[in-house]
Each structure stands twice: as C-alpha cells, then as structure tokens.
C-alpha cells in the first residue's frame, strides 16, 4: 500500500474493498482509504476565519495568510464568511 493515499485513490479503494466478501477484506487498506475520506470531507466544513488587524485573514486549519476566499489556497479549508457578509 502506497504511504501516501490520495482522495480519489482512496474513494476507489473503499468502492473496491465494500464488494468484496466480508471475510476477504483488507481491513488496513479499508482502514486507511476510510481515513484519508474523512480527511476530505472534514476540509469541506466551513470554518471561521482569524481576522488580522490590517485586512487579511488567516486560515483556521493551516494559518496561512490570505484575502478573502472561499477556500485557503493552501490546504483548501472551506471558509464561512457568514459572520462577514
């Protein structure tokens, strides 16, 4: 298994491994696209951004610095602008 699974990878492992008979299947693969899913879907959940004192803002999951998005540049943190609109 590849260290490092990606989303789409691991959405194809999960597909894969939930046909397979229940006493057949690879319960780490299972395990590791499982995690690497909710990884994916926790980035979907929008998060408030920390507001800076001179007009920029800085990312909740990565503190990254940035101006006005919907998602961090960097990590691709959703971010709720509720609070700003």
């Not at 959405?11 to 229940?22: A, F, G, H, M, T």
């Not at 507001?51 to 006005?68: A, D, L, R, S, V």
């Amino acid at each position: 298994m590849p260290d490092e699974m990606t989303y789409r990878t691991a959405v194809i492992e999960v597909n894969r491994l939930k046909s397979q008979e229940r006493m057949d299947i690879d319960r780490e693969r299972l395990n590791a696209a499982i995690d690497k899913l909710i990884e994916a879907a926790r980035f979907r959940i929008k998060r408030k951004p920390i507001i800076n004192c001179y007009g920029t803002f800085t990312c909740p999951n990565c503190k990254t610095e940035y101006i006005c998005t919907k998602y961090c540049d960097r990590c691709g943190q959703a971010i709720d602008w509720s609070d700003y609109e």
